[in-house]
């Protein structure tokens, strides 16, 4: 099996919201200037195999080595709502543990990557989840886990790839790509303004696939869709199967930069008119080419011809270069009928227009669990709808 990247990080979010105080429950919760609760977290991060990874600690941009775990809690016990972290001594932070208090909210965030997290990979799901549930008992009479989960990054894209759905979605809280859900079930059943109600319900009473494992003590519900986050294939495997799981059970939104069928809006930067191309972007050296597509599927020639002498000489007349070059054609359908052709003669792909003038690309770059969907009819984008019904 390939060694993890220095890269590879995985993230963990456990979000805690304070119960308003029931005398005054308008007034704001400064639950952070009771030091206890700060050091009670530190107790319970020492007591998980990952507190080892950790040698500096302090207010955010100021932290300092400590010996012990009593050190530890003074430098970040502060009082005020600071953000503070304790983190290991490398200069990349490949291991770090950062508290942000707000004024009736906690924010923890876990984030282990390179050798710290080629040491904890079989068992770091567990341990955020140990530490979750220790912190959620230390505030059982305060506080509950709004939401909690895991998920995997690679840092120089920001992203983990995935088989994703098309349209790929996004829920306003929890991250889709999720590895590792918590799930507080007396804290969504409660009167808080933040709790979930029905949808917790939903997601811990629905069908999980064979190999993600659900257990459930005290209230909190914990789900873990893969054993090792070092096996790539098997965090791919979960990462598509918790996005669909979501999307199944929870309000989400498309992705922005995507429609309702999936196809992937282009972006082009700043563009200009460029013969025999339609539209050149400097800054990318992207070039555009509109052709037509006949009736019988078939390319009028003259328009594909001056595409493919751009492209075979990789630049314009005038010298510019063209690193990459789309075609356009008229209506998404075509996208269907000319793309294999164009693959095979080296474009970069086919793109169609909107109302709006920007292009879309029904394939775009991207890891999918199924090819892109043709629509007919009622499916239809509505300015699809009106370019067929005008023909």
């Known amino acids: 099996m390939a060694a993890l990247s220095d890269h590879f990080f995985i993230w963990a979010i ?20 009771d030091r206890k609760y700060v050091q009670g977290i530190v107790d319970a991060l020492a ?7 950790l040698k500096l600690a302090g207010p955010d941009g100021e932290a300092v080595r400590f010996k012990t775990v009593d050190e530890a809690k003074k430098l ?38 390179g ?35 895991a998920f995997p990054i690679d840092q120089r894209t920001n992203v983990f790839e995935y088989p994703r759905p098309r349209p790929p979605r996004e829920h306003a809280s929890i991250a889709v790509s999720s590895v590792l859900d918590l799930i507080d079930l007396p804290f969504h059943r409660s009167k808080h303004a933040d709790a979930a109600g029905d949808g917790a319900e939903r997601l811990v009473k629905s069908d999980l696939p064979a190999f993600a494992k659900k257990i459930e003590k005290d209230g909190l519900v914990v789900i873990r869709w893969v054993e090792d986050v070092g096996d790539l294939n098997d965090l791919a495997r979960g990462a598509a199967a918790h996005e669909k799981w979501i999307g199944q059970h929870l309000p989400t939104t498309i992705l922005h930069g995507f429609n309702d069928l999936g196809d992937g809006l282009e972006v082009r930067g700043d563009v200009q008119p460029r013969p025999p191309l339609t539209l ?15 009736p019988d599927g078939t390319i009028e020639e003259s ?38 052709r164009a693959r095979k003669q080296g474009f970069a792909g086919v793109l169609y227009p909107d109302d709006d ?27 699809t709808r009106r370019k067929r019904s005008s023909r």
């Open 76 to 113: 970040v016990a502060t009082g005020t709502d600071d953000g503070v972290a304790l983190q290991d001594v490398d200069g990349a932070r490949k291991a770090v543990f950062r508290i942000a208090p707000f004024d009736g909210s906690m924010e923890i965030r876990i984030r282990i990557g």
């Open 47 to 53: 007591r998980q195999p990952f507190f080892g990874e």
């Open 357 to 383: 003038g920007e292009f879309w690309d029904t394939d775009p770059p991207g890891s999918w669990a199924a090819p892109p969907r043709r629509a007919e009819g009622p499916d239809e984008p509505e300015a």
């Open 280 to 294: 050149y972007a400097r800054d990318t050296k992207t070039g555009y080419k509109a052709v037509l597509v006949l």
């Open 14 to 33: 456990l979000e805690f919201a304070f119960h308003p105080d029931a005398k005054k429950p308008k007034a704001p919760v400064h639950w952070y200037k």
């Open 115 to 149: 050798a710290p997290l080629r040491r904890h990979r079989k068992t770091i799901l567990d341990q955020i989840a140990a530490l979750a549930t220790d912190v959620r008992e230390q505030l059982a009479r305060v506080a509950g886990l709004q939401f909690g989960y």
């Open 303 to 340: 328009a594909w011809n001056d595409a493919k002498r751009v492209l075979e000489a990789r630049k314009l007349p005038d010298g510019a270069p063209v690193k990459h070059l789309k075609l356009v054609v008229p209506l998404r359908e075509h996208t269907f009928e000319i793309r294999e």
